[in-house]
């Protein structure tokens, strides 16, 4: 079993910068993609980044491209997401997941945190 917890959330203002961590636990030798996904309110989960632990290969959604950057820790099994010139449109709950393989696909990450809410103000 693999345990996932995000931090880092708040409020920015347009414009700004925050950086997001999640902290995995438990048996995560087992899953070596790690992901970050969002729920904006009233819309379904969105992919928006992933990385491979062995390589370091990433990929991004293209709304983010250019802006957001994925970045890891395999000494501290934990997973970053810095995120610049943050939009109004950015606002959501963000959640960390793992997966086997790397895939912009929710069905393929079976571990998922509890959420971290982004807010972004104008």
């Known amino acids: 079993q693999v345990q996932l917890v995000e931090s880092g959330g708040g409020l920015v203002q347009a414009g700004g910068s925050l950086r997001l961590s999640c902290a995995a636990s438990g048996r995560t030798f087992t899953r070596n993609i790690l992901g970050w996904f969002r729920q904006p309110p009233g819309k379904e989960r969105e992919f928006v980044a992933a990385?491979?632990?062995?390589?370091?290969?990433?990929i991004y959604a293209d709304s983010v491209k250019g802006r957001f950057t994925i970045s890891k820790d395999n000494a501290k099994n934990t997973v970053y997401l810095q995120m610049n010139s943050l939009k109004l449109e950015d606002t959501a709950i963000y959640y960390c997941a793992a997966a086997p393989t790397l895939t912009p696909s929710t069905t393929n990450y079976d571990y998922w945190g509890q959420g971290t809410q982004v807010t972004v103000s104008s």
């Open positions: 990385i491979r632990r062995s390589t370091g290969f990433t």
